[in-house]
């Protein structure tokens, strides 16, 4: 018999990830406990994301048993395959905007930092936009006079582009020698008898997990366009054979008629 309705698991599940997720705001913020050692800092980010994963796999098994309430990632993202990059992105640019906005509290009363600054800039344009995006998947975000956005598009890949560019420009100044996040556990630095101090955050990884999800996002695009295509120029050769002897069988009931109209 089956159990459908068994959602005790779940709630556990929903439990252990807002724990986590206190544990990871908590213990990985900048000049966080978790920067001490880094078994601290993984471990708090792999509960985290194995608490995620475990949910989504109970969602997935409740589904098989037959279950149709429960709603896993699976569901979410089949729309597009460029949906869980999408996703992927959202999170990570807000982790790089509340980590960097947070240094830069920190270091209110020394002198601005401009590179600090930019990537709170791109961090918050690219969370907003891949939220856009992403609702815009469920047509739930309208703009451009009131229409849904073409996703799948020209304009969807357009806009990935820019943002991987943003992100080539973000890694390259944030976590260059010198950078305010060149090291996820920070860094004592000696610069010409100026020593510079950096707290460890989660900017470095959350960075760098940006712009390779931008990269995939860009990546599935290139492969849903293909497939678009091949299916397009298929259904159209199908068309072509199947009007074609229809159109031969027409001709040639006209050339008989014609001749025994003839005789």
């Not at 290139?222 to 159209?236: C, D, H, Y």
Request: glycine letters at 8%; one cysteine or more; hydrophobic letters at 45%.
């Amino acid at each position: 018999m089956k159990n459908t309705k068994n959602y005790f698991e779940g709630f556990v599940l929903l439990f252990f990830i807002v724990w986590w997720t206190g544990g990871v705001i908590t213990a990985t913020q900048t000049g966080g406990i978790a920067f001490v050692a880094l078994n601290i800092y993984y471990s708090f980010w792999i509960c985290f994301f194995i608490s995620i994963y475990t949910l989504n796999a109970w969602a997935n098994y409740q589904q098989k048993e037959g279950d149709s309430d429960v709603i896993s990632f699976r569901n979410l993202t089949h729309f597009s395959s460029t949906l869980r990059p999408w996703y992927s992105h959202c999170f990570f640019s807000f982790v790089v905007f509340g980590s960097t906005t947070q240094l830069h509290v920190q270091s209110l009363g020394q002198p601005l930092n401009y590179a600090m600054v930019a990537t709170i800039c791109i961090s918050a344009i690219s969370f907003l936009v891949s939220a856009v995006v992403i609702l815009a998947h469920y047509k739930l975000a309208c703009c451009f006079g009131g229409q849904d956005p073409p996703v799948g598009g020209f304009l969807e890949i357009t806009i990935a582009i820019a943002l991987t560019i943003m992100w080539i420009c973000e890694v390259s100044i944030a976590t260059s020698y010198g950078g305010f996040a060149a090291t996820p556990t920070g860094y004592k630095l000696d610069y010409n008898g100026t020593v510079i101090l950096q707290p460890g955050s989660n900017i470095f990884f959350a960075s760098w997990f940006s712009f390779i999800s931008m990269c995939l996002v860009i990546r599935h695009w290139n492969t849903e366009r293909a497939m678009e295509l091949a299916t397009t120029k298929q259904a159209a050769i199908d068309a072509t054979l199947s009007v074609g002897p229809n159109e031969l069988s027409l001709a040639n009931q006209g050339v008989s008629y014609e001749e025994d109209h003839d005789i």
